[in-house]
């Protein structure tokens, strides 16, 4: 596991990301304040004409239940909005709107596959440390299903609806299992909300009471975090040390 604190998350997670992007290659994408910077220096970067997504497809994380599709705050709608339209990748996601839902989990999962597995999954965390909707107390092997949103989840995301009420009950999430298969893992997190997640997840015990440090269990795995979301990590001056001392040779 490696830990970036940086001022621009943005820019070093698109560095992370772009040694990624290929004809052929697979993303996982992640909805969410958390990415939006990324996506926005992933285009910058295409617009500058030193990045391509010719032959890229997409992934994402998870969609609310019940939802449809052309609901601004849909993930459907949210990450073609803020990236992939914008960017001309071929992306798939959950399907909030199926009528068979463990069906739709079960495609979703085979999806995946198909395509050959994901190289490169970006990732947000919650304020209660979960990645993707994987709430407290999800399995840590789970695949693509359904679950349940805590109050908290509901109340941070209600921001984005009109109201706490407006905001599913109902989500179709990719599992932590599902997360693991991922060949890299780039989680970005900033402002001092975040900074107990991700002590727990990068310093805490592999626990299903904070998700994201199932994490821990994978082999390549970067957090980029700002100084406030680092403030609560014990080994910060290591951290900081590791990364200047990175070797040339050694990619992201």
Request: charged share 20%.
């Amino acid at each position: 596991m490696e830990v970036v604190i940086t001022s621009s998350p943005g820019e070093v997670a698109a560095d992370a990301i772009s040694g990624h992007v290929h004809p052929g290659a697979v993303l996982g994408l992640a909805t969410g304040s958390s990415p939006l910077p990324v996506y926005e220096e992933l285009l910058r970067r295409r617009d500058a004409g030193t990045l391509s997504f010719d032959g890229v497809r997409a992934f994402t994380l998870d969609e609310y239940l019940g939802l449809p599709r052309s609901h601004p705050q849909s993930y459907h709608s949210v990450i073609r909005r803020d990236f992939t339209d914008r960017a001309g990748i071929e992306v798939d996601g959950p399907d909030g709107e199926a009528k068979d839902v463990p069906a739709e989990a079960a495609r979703y999962e085979a999806a995946i596959a198909a395509a050959g597995g994901i190289d490169v999954q970006l990732l947000g965390i919650g304020t209660d440390g979960h990645i993707g909707f994987n709430e407290p107390g999800s399995s840590l092997a789970s695949r693509t299903r359904t679950k349940t949103l805590t109050p908290q989840t509901r109340q941070d995301n209600a921001r984005f609806f009109d109201s706490v009420e407006e905001v599913p009950v109902h989500v179709l999430t990719q599992g932590l299992g599902t997360i693991l298969d991922a060949r890299h893992v780039v989680l970005v997190a900033t402002g001092a909300t975040k900074a107990a997640a991700v002590a727990a997840a990068v310093e805490g015990p592999v626990s299903a009471f904070c998700p994201a440090s199932v994490l821990q269990l994978h082999p390549h795995v970067t957090f980029v975090v700002d100084p406030d979301a680092a403030s609560e990590l014990r080994l910060l001056d290591y951290y900081r040390f590791t990364v200047a001392h990175k070797p040339d040779w050694q990619p992201w």
